[in-house]
Antibody, heavy 125, light 110 residues
Framework: QLQLQESGPGLVKPSETLSLTCTVS??????????WGWIRQPPGKGLEWIGS???????YYNASLKSRVTISVDTSKDQFSLELSSVTAADTAVYFC?????????????????WGQGTLVTVSS | QSVLTQPPSASGTPGQRVTISCSGS????????VNWYQQLPGTAPKLLIY???QRPSGVPDRFSGSKSGSSASLAISGLQSEDEADYYC???????????FGGGTKVTVL
């Protein structure tokens, strides 16, 4: 059974870089048509997709965050990571790592079928 | 401001049918299939409907989805107390590329 687990600091200072890692277990990160992504949810608010990566390194990023986001993958460890630079209080959120299954048949679909439990990251001095 | 538009809340009594709308544009819902996610309080979201109207294994057939043009809807028939949750629609956006979400609809069972 596939499991995703986020890890990283729960507290980050303003202007610094938020770094999280997601470890995938129960399956391989190098499966075809599977992207690995990050989604966040500020307290009491809705979901915001941050971006995703393929095992080959191909990435998609949310345009509104693209200038501050880097997602990378380490296939040898079945892990992928998120870096969000120059954080402010507005980046305080629960961060989920997810698996996105891509379908491309004249249309595009990314079905998010597995979620980590989420980790709360607070930006505060 | 979410890319897809959902009503913030919906409610019904046990046994009733509740419908949640999700409105987008030609660059997302109008071009690509819609997925729905259910988030129970304090938990991670869970895939509820994919490809407009398909249910993953284990999802009760009380949940159904549909799509027409650039809008989609989720219906919950025979509403139960355990259906009290937040529901999000999502689709792939073509311009720019990426997953776009609705703002979420909180369903209350009265």
């Amino acid at each position: 059974q596939l499991q995703l687990q986020e890890s990283g600091p729960g507290l980050v200072k303003p202007s610094e870089t938020l770094s999280l890692t997601c470890t995938v277990s129960g399956g391989s990160i190098t499966i075809a048509s599977h992207y690995w992504g990050w989604i966040r949810q500020p307290p009491g608010k809705g979901l915001e997709w941050i971006g995703s990566i393929y095992y080959s390194g191909n990435t998609y990023y949310n345009a509104s965050l693209k200038s501050r986001v880097t997602i990378s993958v380490d296939t040898s460890k079945d892990q992928f990571s998120l870096e969000l630079s120059s954080v402010t209080a507005a980046d305080t959120a629960v961060y989920f790592c997810v698996r996105q299954v891509e379908y491309s048949l004249g249309y595009r679909a990314h079905i998010i079928d597995h979620w980590g439990q989420g980790t709360l990251v607070t930006v505060s001095s | 401001q979410s890319v897809l538009t959902q009503p913030p809340s919906a409610s019904g009594t046990p046994g009733q049918r509740v419908t949640i709308s999700c409105s987008g544009s030609t660059s997302n819902i109008g071009s690509n299939p819609v997925n729905w996610y259910q988030q129970l309080p304090g938990t991670a979201p869970k895939l509820l409907i994919y490809s407009n109207n398909q249910r993953p294994s284990g999802v009760p057939d009380r949940f159904s989805g549909s799509k027409s043009g650039s809008s989609a809807s989720l219906a919950i028939s025979g509403l139960q107390s355990e259906d009290e949750a937040d529901y999000y629609c999502a689709a792939w956006g073509d311009s720019p590329n990426g997953v776009v979400f609705g703002g979420g609809t909180k369903v209350t069972v009265l």
